[in-house]
């Protein structure tokens, strides 16, 4: 065999053997296949192609993505004829923005439509950095209704009586696709007080909500004393910035009445009365429920001196229809060394709040004059009668000396 030929039948196995040598001992990273490096430039955004109505405003969010830091020079093509376009970010109107690898930057666009617009409309957002280009393409699709809707959930209707207050807390649905201000009013039967607050905040005259998403406004009413009982609207209005006004929405109320009492003397009306020391005198209080609505678990008191008591023949009432009354006989008993004079006693009468209703209670004072009784008048009678007789005997026994 020549030497070239062994040479061959040695060297078969080597070339064999070479590739899955390489396959072991070389990097990982040499076998795979490099990804595709990202765009050194590039926008984007969420929603390119939208239907809107004539003359509403859309807000496309674009992001900037660079593959290093870069300053991005940004214009419009395409604003429609009587409309208006602009790139907006941090309050101002941008014709620039500084973007980072991993740091994009963010900017609107704004678009205003004529209300003449008709078809679909074509834009394009222009993007420059040295001789690096990028364009985004947005489309507008004019359709009539296509503006969304703002609605406010329908309130469940509430309860209160005359002179009370209540207060409803309602959701507004921005379903458009623009960030919308909107500003409140209400209508009231007279003598009602009512307040819109927007974001239930007092402080507050607008609400801006973000498109297609929601607020909150709470309204507080407050009925006149004077109210009948019977079912009320109040009704709020909403008004907006956009091209979507909402529907006014009705507030639902049911007066169930005013709650009043009064206590009130049986005959003369005369608010005194005279007693002896240590005896009992019955004095009787007409109660009445003076309002609309009945009165339950009413209480009746007194806050008599020191010693004294007043005690009552009822001083609980189950419950007094409206413009019903009953009588409550009250015993005041002064103290056995009560000194003759003057007093006050303070008589009231209350029924309990529950729920929304309200409770209602009256008062009323009651001067007592406290008389000495007629056995003192024959203990100071006798006390004279002996000091003048014994005057008389000294004088006459000692007068002649």
């Known amino acids: 065999m020549d030497r070239a030929a062994h040479r061959r039948r040695h060297a078969g196995p080597i070339v064999t053997l070479l590739p899955l040598a390489l396959a072991l001992f070389l990097p990982a990273a040499v076998l795979v296949p490099t990804a595709a490096a990202a765009d050194p430039l590039s926008l984007t955004t969420p929603y390119p192609s939208v239907a809107v109505q004539p003359g509403a405003s859309v807000s496309f969010p674009i992001t900037i993505t660079t593959d290093t830091t870069r300053t991005v020079a940004l214009t419009i093509d395409g604003i429609p004829q009587g409309g ?52 985004l393409p947005v489309q507008l699709r004019i359709e009539g209704g296509a503006g969304g809707s703002v609605t406010i959930d329908p309130p ?73 009982a019977g079912d ?23 007066i169930t009445g005013s709650y009043s009492a009064s206590l009130t003397q049986t005959s003369d009306e005369t608010l005194q009365t005279s007693v002896q020391a ?31 008591t007043v005690t009552f023949d009822a001083a609980s009432i189950a419950g007094l229809a409206p413009g019903k009354t009953q009588n409550v006989t009250a015993t005041i008993t002064p103290a056995a060394n009560a000194v003759a004079g003057d007093y006050t006693i303070a008589f009231n009468v209350s029924a309990p709040s529950s729920g929304s209703v309200p409770g209602a209670s009256a008062s009323q004072t009651v001067r007592v004059t406290v008389q000495v009784g007629l056995s003192w008048l024959f203990v100071g009678g006798a006390l004279i009668l002996l000091v003048l007789v014994g005057l008389s005997w000294v004088f006459g026994r000692f007068g002649r000396r």
Do not use: C
């Open 232 to 254: 009320y609207q109040v009704e709020l209005d909403t008004a907006s910035d956009g091209s979507v006004q909402p529907d006014p929405v009705m507030l639902p109320v049911t």
């Open 156 to 228: 469940t209707g509430q309860k209160v009586a005359a002179g009370g207050s209540l207060s409803f807390s309602l959701t507004l649905h921005n379903n458009t696709p623009r960030d919308t201000t909107f500003t409140f009013s209400t209508q009231q039967p007279t003598g009602w007080q009512v307040a819109a607050q927007p974001g239930g905040s007092s402080q507050a005259t607008s609400l801006k909500v973000a498109a297609a998403s929601t607020g909150s406004v709470t309204v507080n009413a407050t009925a006149p004393t004077n109210a009948t």
């Open 84 to 135: 208006a376009a602009q790139l907006s970010g941090g309050g101002f109107t941008v014709e620039s923005v500084q973007a980072a690898s991993g740091k994009p930057a963010t900017v609107n666009l704004d678009v205003t439509l004529p209300q003449n617009a008709t078809g679909t409309i074509s834009m394009t957002v222009h993007a420059s950095a040295g001789v690096l280009t990028a364009d």
């Open 278 to 308: 240590g005896a009992g005198k019955p004095y009787v209080w007409v109660v009445q429920n003076t309002g609309s609505g009945p009165l339950s678990n009413l209480t009746v008191s007194a806050t008599p001196p020191a010693g004294w």
